[in-house]
């Protein structure tokens, strides 16, 4: 199981646009079954951080790439206006640690 969150550096003006973009990409998969359902948050607009970002994130059993057949008809064009108001963005990748996964490296307990 995987925690995957795709983090989009934006500036202070365009960060509500860019939440809206990227809740709209997120609802697309969830629509379409291929994905869970994501949780999209700022920091920096209205919390303190350095600089503000706008993330998704979301879990999954396994990470693969994306067919282009699979993709929501919304999710390339919305992905690249997401592209042009974001100063860079990056995806994260976490592997999430179940009380399974720690019972396999260490059957004498947690």
């Not at 989009?8 to 291929?34: F, G, H, P, Q």
């Not at 919390?47 to 999954?60: G, L, N």
């Not at 064009?77 to 042009?84: Q, V």
């Amino acid at each position: 199981m995987f925690l995957i969150r795709r983090v989009c550096k934006v500036d202070r003006s365009n960060s509500w646009e860019v939440a809206r973009i990227l809740k709209r990409i997120c609802n697309s998969y969830e629509t379409n079954n291929s994905r869970n359902e994501a949780i999209v948050y700022m920091t920096g607009r209205t919390t303190p951080d350095s600089e503000v970002t706008v993330c998704a994130e979301w879990i999954q059993e396994s990470i693969e790439s994306n067919k282009m057949e699979d993709m929501p008809d919304n999710a390339q064009s919305d992905s690249e206006k997401l592209e042009n108001l974001s100063n860079g963005y990056f995806i994260e990748f976490h592997e999430v640690i179940t009380n399974e996964k720690l019972t396999a490296r260490y059957p004498d307990g947690i």
